[in-house]
């Protein structure tokens, strides 16, 4: 069963259980790997650190924390998630997914800079509310959670009552962080690219639950995109 609305072609998956399990190997392996990297990191961390300065030690340490929390509860979601009972269909919204995802990982291959201790606190914070307020999300969203523009289950309780999209919100502030300790102009060009994809992502996922749920167009009216009272 198909149906286009506003010319976006949407569909009701036919596939098995098992084509859905195999399709989540990709993130759950991403995140996994991440988990171990960032572990891997902490350790290294704890040890180099300069025992002079406890407040910036166990700061970072939570910073640290709460990305691997995060991506602990990203890869248990995926497991337990529920098959999509409607998808987007075509190249468009999957690359939009992907790019949105994953796009700003690319950070990492520019210079990390200097910054100065407040700057440096600050991207640290931003990075461990992000990271923390995301994984709150992600418990949230249980087994509705998706990469792709899918629908499972319509969440609209807890944070979700206040902002439609908690957890790109929560990404974008810990992206924030990460790249400030990247920053330069082709930087701050691949986070404008990467958020844009994301405007695109959502406006994706709303398609596809307004047609899966009727009940989202009266949510999305009175509901705030990603910031109540500006957007």
């Given amino acids: 069963m198909a149906s286009n609305l506003t010319g976006f072609t949407l569909t009701r998956p036919q596939k098995s259980s098992a084509y859905d399990m195999v399709m989540r190997l990709p993130i759950l392996a991403w995140s996994v790997v991440l988990a171990l990297a960032q572990a891997v990191e902490l350790e290294r961390y704890r040890h180099a650190a300069d025992p ?4 910036v030690i166990v700061l ?7 990305m691997i929390g995060y991506l602990v509860i990203l890869a248990a979601t995926v497991v337990v998630r529920t098959p999509p009972i409607g998808k987007a269909r075509g190249a468009e919204p999957r690359v939009s997914a992907l790019l949105g995802s994953f796009l ?6 520019f210079p990390r800079r200097e910054l100065a201790p407040a700057a440096g ?4 914070l931003l990075v461990l ?5 995301a994984a709150v999300v992600l418990i949230q969203l249980r087994g509705s959670f998706s990469i792709m523009a899918e629908a ?17 919100l929560a990404e974008e502030v810990a992206t924030i962080g990460g790249v400030m300790q990247f920053l330069s102009i082709w ?15 959502m406006n994706n996922e709303e398609i ?7 009940q989202y167009s009266a949510y999305k009216k009175r509901t705030a995109r990603i910031i109540p009272g500006l957007y």
């Fill in 60 to 66: 970072n340490i939570a910073m640290r924390l709460s």
């Fill in 121 to 124: 606190w600050v991207s640290t």
């Fill in 208 to 214: 596809v639950l307004t047609d899966v749920f009727p």
């Fill in 152 to 168: 499972r289950q319509l969440a609209t309780s807890g944070v979700y009552r206040f902002v439609r999209h908690p957890l790109y």
């Fill in 129 to 133: 509310v992000g990271d923390s307020i």
């Fill in 104 to 109: 700003i990982s690319a950070v990492v291959l």
């Fill in 187 to 201: 930087t701050v060009i691949l986070i404008i690219l990467q958020f844009a994809c994301q405007i695109r992502r």
């Fill in 52 to 55: 002079a300065l406890p407040g």
